[in-house]
């Protein structure tokens, strides 16, 4: 498969491209690692998940305005502060906790955030 034989539907819900793939009326549904296996538990009879990390792709993005140099420099100070001091960590145990369990029970691989 090549990028020229992709048909791209667009879908107003995430379950209407799930419920494509699980009848057989698309054949690819791309989405988050945590999404992707608990849709895949709902329909194990006609789907089944690859869980391949994309190529020359990590972590998170962030978007915001362009022309704001000082914003982007605070926020980039926000994330290497928040990496070495624990503040991500704290995070993911207080909101993600049960998010990150599901995931590596579902998928076998490490949560990430």
Not at 79 to 101: N, V
Request: charged share 35%.
């Amino acid at each position: 498969m090549t990028p020229s034989d992709i048909i791209e539907p667009l879908f107003d819900k995430e379950s209407q491209a799930v419920l494509e793939v699980s009848q057989g009326k698309s054949q690819v549904f791309i989405y988050d690692p945590l999404s992707v296996a608990r849709h895949n538990e709902k329909y194990k009879e006609t789907t089944r998940t690859i869980m391949t990390p994309l190529e020359n792709v990590s972590g998170w993005g962030i978007a915001m305005r362009k022309n704001q140099p000082e914003l982007k420099a605070k926020v980039d100070a926000f994330i290497t502060k928040a990496k070495t001091d624990g503040t991500f960590d704290k995070i993911r145990e207080k909101y993600l906790k049960e998010k990150k369990e599901e995931f590596e029970k579902t998928t076998g691989m490490k949560f990430f955030f």
